[in-house]
């Protein structure tokens, strides 16, 4: 099994910062691709970023520019920094990993941005 534990969400005002982390545990061996995806109320979940073990990365275009993913492979921790936030930013972020081929899922942390 494979836990996915995120952390980092909260309230923001437009053009604010914050850092999305989440941390894998388990059996984690061969562990590839780690990315982050959101849902917003009425929406369907939609990749954000998404980074592969080597470390390519690859993101939506609504994000391109103000968001970052990186990964930390010793630590087995993906983060999201998210800069110049806007109200359309605003959704629940699931954090995502593929081990063995299998998707693995975070319980989703709220980010909110208020006007």
């Known amino acids: 099994q494979v836990q996915l534990v995120e952390s980092g969400g909260g309230l923001v005002q437009a053009g604010g910062s914050l850092r999305l982390s989440c941390a894998a545990s388990g059996s984690i061996f061969s562990m590839n691709a780690m990315g982050w995806y959101r849902q917003a109320p009425g929406k369907q979940r939609e990749l954000v970023a998404l980074?592969?073990?080597?470390?390519?990365?690859n993101y939506a275009d609504s994000v391109k520019g103000r968001f970052t993913i990186s990964r930390d492979n010793a630590k087995n921790t993906v983060y999201l920094q998210m800069n110049s936030l806007k109200p359309e930013d605003t959704a629940v972020y699931y954090c995502n990993a593929v081990v063995r081929a299998e998707g693995y899922w975070g319980q989703g942390t709220q980010v909110t941005v208020s006007p």
């Open positions: 980074i592969t073990s080597g470390g390519r990365t």
